[in-house]
């Protein structure tokens, strides 16, 4: 079964790091681009960022670029997200996605920012 | 522009046909995916490409595209299609990803 599972949310203060991760399984992860898309809650989704098959192409959305690092560990069949700098507006639902259609997504992990 | 901009809701009968929109200037340069999100739930790729379904979906969904407009139809809606739905594409850049406000459809 094709499945991807994040994990890593929690509770965080403004300013504060938190790492998340993605496992995959069911497909063999090295063949594919994967995303990272966030849902604040009872609102849309917004896609964060992207890293190529590789690792070698990464790409961010403006409202986390300088502060969010996408990287990926294919030995691991892994995702990560770094989050550095956290804002109140970064708390959310954050998933993994699979390939350039989105076509697989986890269930999403919470971060929270607050005080 | 960047923006992907969707009606916010759409009601439709039960057993007949809606349609949700999506409207971008990167719609001109690529095509739109679809996705399908009930409560609680992970969001499920419904439509890719030029009018393709993956496996499961069934083919009262359908796709299509013209100019900056992108288009989920659905042909005789169950109750079952109730939720919310987002189109994405590549922006115009073509190497980051955006995704619309979402549609929130009702079957009464």
């Known amino acids: 079964e094709v499945q991807l599972v994040e994990s890593g949310g929690v509770v965080v203060q403004p300013g504060g790091s938190l790492r998340l991760s993605c496992a995959a399984s069911?497909?063999?992860?090295?063949?594919?681009?994967m995303h990272w898309v966030r849902q604040p809650p009872g609102k849309g989704l917004e896609w964060v960022s992207l890293?190529?098959?590789?690792?070698?192409?990464?790409y961010y959305a403006d409202s986390v670029k300088g502060r969010f690092t996408i990287s990926r560990d294919n030995s691991k069949n892994s995702l990560y997200l770094q989050m550095n700098s956290l804002r109140t507006e970064d708390t959310a639902l954050y998933y993994c996605?699979?390939?350039?259609?989105?076509?697989?997504w986890g269930q999403g992990t919470m971060v929270t920012v607050s005080s | 522009s960047s923006e992907l901009t969707q009606d916010p809701a759409v009601s439709v009968a039960l057993g007949q046909t809606v349609r949700i929109t999506c409207q971008g200037d990167?719609?001109?340069?690529?095509?739109a995916r679809w996705y399908q999100q009930k409560p609680g739930q992970a969001p499920v790729l419904v439509i890719y490409?030029?009018?393709n379904r993956p496996s499961g979906i069934p083919d009262r969904f359908s796709g299509s595209s013209s100019g900056n407009t992108a288009s989920l139809t659905i042909t005789g809606a169950q109750a079952e299609d109730e939720a919310d739905y987002y189109c994405?594409?590549?922006?115009?850049?073509?190497?980051?990803?955006?995704f619309g406000g979402g549609t929130k459809l009702t079957v009464l």
């Open positions: 996605a699979k390939d350039v259609a989105f076509d697989i």
């Open positions: 069911g497909f063999t992860f090295d063949d594919y681009t």
């Open positions: 890293i190529s098959w590789d690792g070698s192409s990464t």
């Open positions: 990167s719609l001109r340069s690529y095509y």
């Open positions: 490409g030029k009018n």
């Open positions: 994405n594409s590549r922006d115009s850049s073509g190497n980051r990803w955006v």
